[in-house]
């Protein structure tokens, strides 16, 4: 990598940001395209968050990604949020174009477009989402407005399914969606595709599922969005019995895909070897 004056920086704000992956997709991505581009973390404080803005403007940033805890709360200090990402509720993409910040939302389509890359479509399916949180948010808002047939959201936490559920249905009238207690996951065997939106299995916790997966037949689609470990127990699981299964390591790389053909125009060619990229983020993250 070679940085001269011309450079051009991008980044991630959150807190915390330790252990985030997306400065090496990032600058994997700059360097084979010969970007000159290199991508940073900033671990940014909550009373900050304005006056981080302001200085990025000062310093000529042309983009960033918003992570945890300030995808929601970003979005008063933006001129602009494009309508995708006022669906989805959150920003995780900022572009700072003209004079102005403008919000952009790359998590749900980045999702959906793991699926399709395994063939998989989601029109006139029925999809079952564990979990109520921020990403299951982003992620059952985009299936429905893929044309998915139904959606059932199962949440430890029932209030947060129930809400969630009403803000689909509000949004997408024609869909049907079903909310209930994730503990009750054994009433709903017959779907088409799963997606753990919880952290259940995430890394320490490898040892854990979310549900039994013996209830789905094989035919079921088994997907998790978290990518640490690369492959859950939850979806090892799986493949023991034959089911087709897509990790969140797909999802993270894929919105970061997304990010960048928004912050470089959405028709610029970006080259990239999603293999290639899962090979070296392995050793990061096991
Ligand atoms: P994210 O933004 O990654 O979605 P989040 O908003 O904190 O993170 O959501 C985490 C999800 O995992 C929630 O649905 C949470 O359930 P609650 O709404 O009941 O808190 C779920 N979750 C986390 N730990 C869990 C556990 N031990 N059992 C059941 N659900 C759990």
Not at 6 to 34: V, W
Not at 79 to 103: M, P
Request: aromatic share 10%.
């Amino acid at each position: 990598m070679n940085i001269n004056w011309n450079t051009q920086l991008y980044c991630l704000i959150g807190n915390p940001i330790e252990k985030s992956l997306s400065p090496e997709i990032h600058n994997y991505i700059f360097n084979i395209n010969n970007m000159n581009c290199i991508y940073m973390c900033f671990n940014v404080e909550d009373n900050d968050l304005h006056q981080v803005l302001d200085t990025f403007k000062i310093l000529g940033i042309k983009g960033f990604n918003v992570t945890i805890p300030y995808k929601i709360h970003i979005m008063k200090y933006l001129d602009e949020i494009d309508e995708e990402a006022r669906l989805l509720g959150a920003v995780n993409t900022v572009k700072y174009l003209d004079g102005k910040f403008i919000g952009y939302n790359t998590d749900g389509a980045g999702f959906v477009k793991s699926l399709i890359d395994s063939g998989i479509h989601i029109k006139d399916k029925k999809i079952l989402v564990l979990g109520a949180g921020g990403g299951s948010h982003a992620i059952s808002m985009k299936l429905a407005q893929s044309g998915a047939k139904q959606i059932i959201l199962l949440n430890r936490t029932i209030e947060k399914s129930k809400k969630l559920a009403y803000n689909i249905s509000n949004k997408f009238g024609d869909i049907s969606v079903e909310y209930d207690d994730l503990k009750s996951f054994s009433q709903y065997t017959d779907v088409d595709i799963v997606v753990n939106c919880t952290s259940i299995g995430m890394y320490p916790d490898t040892d854990e599922v979310p549900i039994d997966i013996s209830i789905f037949s094989n035919k079921t689609v088994v997907c998790d969005i978290i990518y640490k470990p690369i492959k859950t127990k939850f979806l090892k699981n799986a493949e023991k019995k034959n089911m087709k299964i897509i990790g969140g390591m797909d999802m993270l790389i894929n919105q970061a895909i997304l990010s960048q053909k928004i912050w470089f125009s959405v028709d610029k060619n970006i080259a990239i070897n999603i293999d290639e990229i899962k090979g070296f983020l392995h050793y990061s993250v096991e």
